[in-house]
């Protein structure tokens, strides 16, 4: 909620002092112009020329060419899209010579490179150990946890126990 000032304070003049040039009574100083955006800045423009007389204007009117100026050469300018048709997005980083990657993520990165190596040396050794099992003519399935074998006849299972 933005309210209008009836009756200014010590706090309320210290706050302005940043907007109001002491000597002409007007607005001209515009704080922190890079965090702007070119709309912002130029409704600031006509808001102040509304405000002033013709003189005081051309007065100011250098100081305003210096914050736009500003406004323009700063290579992050707030409140500005940049469309992609996605249709066409490349997006590809250059070599660098450091890594953009975070130390944690890199060292998890090469964790987890040992495990895919130690698990290909697994199945290596896996398909050599089934190869030596064919050689030795063992059929059976090698990887049966448990096998239980019942030998001889003359098992009778009693239906009624009592």
């Known amino acids: 909620m933005i309210l209008p000032l009836k009756q ?7 706050m302005m002092d940043l907007y109001v040039n002491r000597v002409f009574g ?3 100083v515009w704080p922190d112009a890079a965090n702007r955006t070119l709309e912002e800045f130029a409704d600031y423009v006509l808001k102040l020329k509304e405000r002033v007389n013709e003189t005081e204007f051309e007065n100011v009117r250098p100081q305003l060419k210096d914050q736009y100026e500003k406004l323009i050469k700063a290579p992050h300018r707030n409140g500005e899209d940049i469309i992609v048709p996605t249709g066409s997005l490349f997006i ?5 010579t450091t890594s953009l990657i975070e130390r944690f993520k890199a060292v998890h990165r ?9 698990e290909v040396r697994k199945a290596e050794m896996e398909n050599l150990r089934l190869a030596a099992r064919l050689l ?4 059976e399935d090698p990887d049966v946890e448990k096998k239980i074998v019942v ?7 009693n239906p009624d126990p009592n």
């Open 8 to 14: 200014s304070n010590a706090l309320t003049d210290f």
């Open 26 to 28: 007007v607005f001209i």
């Open 92 to 96: 590809e980083t250059l070599p660098a």
């Open 110 to 118: 090469a964790v987890d490179a040992k495990k895919a190596q130690a």
């Open 136 to 139: 030795n003519a063992e059929r």
């Open 151 to 157: 030998e001889g006849s003359g098992v009778i299972v």
